[in-house]
């Protein structure tokens, strides 16, 4: 039976013990009558050492071809180290090459590659220390996210990809289509269909009848933003919860935000140790805050006074009205709060129809979470549940009555306050690992001009 090296380096298995460890060669070390091999399988950051006699069958063989990159399956027995490096080690009795790599040829050298570099080779980044630990946090993200809805008895939902409507999306939106002209009426759905923006709409469908739910899905957007926050295709994270107010909203999301955080903190310690070093100096005690002290609040007219009166110059002037940019958000997380700050009460003007409109009727109930280094990393809001007001919204928004038949029916039928936010999972990941460029927290990143492998 196989054991990972997560588990052996966990020491879950006693000193003595035969076991089978199968994983790629980091180095080989050729000490002439025995060797060191660091092995490595993707379940940690840290490698199992390997020791190799000249005693073992195909001993000349072996050396000549478990080069760096190489796979191997090695049958041995646990004995503790006399390095200091590491308290166990495997003293191989049986080592098979499953694959050899050419040393001349493999583009994982043991300098350190740039990011920029690897992403042209994403089918081998995922054997280098930093996607290795990247993925392990996503991973440990993703599974928090349905640890901590799951726990508030939230109901997880599948909207779909395609859509038929292109509610929120404007010209940001992938034409998905079988025919090469225009004739949509001959289309495989008989109409344009795209890909999803946002599954928000249908998640309220279904908050309107099973009360909590979240969606996690596969999220895309055609904006020609050559940023390092931006994807084409990104995973967003949607709670909706009926009979919800924007307060509600916004402890649901503070209280989420900081479930992931103590989540990694408690099960991702070596990579987020690896992180801290050698990306983010800081990060441990920077993610300690988040997890411990409750978010800033402040309103839209407060952020903007704020941002008038701040001794710095943004490259873009803010007044009220104004959508605020990635510059000003992370000034106010970074430098005015220190820590990630909700704002509220956006002007109409910039936010979606769907918002629920203040007293004031100038503002809506919509909240933002920004953080720092990111900006924005939640969207959010109370939605408009009464019937007059939204159609109302809708044709000031100078948008269809018609097509949004369904919605409105929501709010004859039963309508109940409701709320709910969108998270990019990316930059959640961004946040957590200290990453800088949005592009090498998710596999296969997708941007304008790059859509390989
Ligand atoms: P931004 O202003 O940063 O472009 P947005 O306001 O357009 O974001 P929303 O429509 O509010 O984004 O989407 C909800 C969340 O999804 C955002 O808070 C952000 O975390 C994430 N998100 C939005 N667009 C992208 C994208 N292109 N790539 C990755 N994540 C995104
Ligand atoms: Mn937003």
Not at 148 to 171: A, K, M, N, R, V
Not at 263 to 284: M, P, Q, S, T, V
């Amino acid at each position: 039976m196989r054991i990972k090296i997560k588990e052996i380096l966990a020491s879950k298995h006693p000193i003595g013990k035969p076991v089978t460890v199968c994983g790629w060669v980091r180095t080989l070390r050729d000490q002439k009558s025995f060797a060191f091999i660091e092995l490595n399988d993707g379940s940690s950051l840290a490698n199992l050492q390997v020791v190799a006699d000249e005693k073992i069958p195909g001993y000349a063989d072996i050396l000549r071809n478990a080069t760096t990159g190489a796979s191997l399956s090695v049958k041995g027995h646990l004995v503790e180290s006399p390095g200091k490096n590491q308290a166990l080690e495997l003293k191989a009795d049986e080592i098979r090459v499953l694959g050899t790599c050419p040393a001349d040829k493999y583009p994982l050298q043991k300098k350190r590659h740039s990011f920029e570099f690897l992403r042209t080779i994403a089918h081998l980044r995922p054997r280098t220390n930093t996607q290795g630990a990247v993925l392990r946090v996503r991973n440990a993200l993703a599974h928090a996210t349905h640890l901590f809805f799951q726990q508030q008895g939230f109901l997880y939902i599948h909207t779909p990809i395609i859509t038929g409507s292109d509610c929120e999306g404007g010209g940001e939106m992938f034409r998905v289509t079988t025919i090469e002209n225009t004739d949509y009426a001959k289309d495989f759905f008989g109409k344009p269909a795209y890909l999803t923006v946002s599954g928000q709409l249908e998640g309220e469908i279904m908050a309107l009848a099973l009360s909590d739910i979240y969606t996690f899905g596969p999220t895309f957007r055609a904006e020609n933003s050559n940023t390092t926050r931006h994807l084409a295709e990104f995973w967003m994270i949607e709670p909706e919860m009926a009979f919800a107010d924007l307060k509600a909203d916004m402890e649901c999301a503070q209280q989420y935000l900081q479930f992931c955080v103590k989540y990694a903190l408690e099960h991702c310690r070596e990579d987020l140790e690896f992180f801290d070093k050698f990306i983010e100096n800081g990060l441990i005690k920077r993610l300690q805050h988040v997890a411990s002290s409750p978010f800033a609040h402040l309103t839209y007219a407060d952020a903007v006074e704020i941002l008038q009166k701040a001794p710095k110059t943004f490259e873009f002037p803010v007044a009220w009205g104004t959508d605020l940019q990635s510059e000003h958000e992370r000034y106010l997380a970074e430098e005015y709060c220190k820590k990630p700050v909700i704002l509220t009460d956006y002007p109409a003007s910039i936010k979606a129809f769907y918002m629920r409109a203040n007293e004031d009727g100038k503002t809506v109930a919509a909240m933002d979470i920004l953080v720092p280094k990111i900006g924005e990393i939640i969207g959010g809001s109370q939605r408009e549940e009464r019937l007059d007001v939204l159609e109302k919204k809708i044709a000031d928004h100078g948008l269809s009555r018609s097509d949004y038949w369904w919605y409105l029916e929501l709010r004859e039928f039963g309508s109940v306050p409701h709320a709910g936010f969108g998270l990019g999972f990316e930059r959640l990941v961004l946040f957590t690992t200290g990453m800088e460029n949005i592009r090498d927290v998710i596999p296969f990143p997708r941007y304008p001009g790059h859509a390989d492998f």
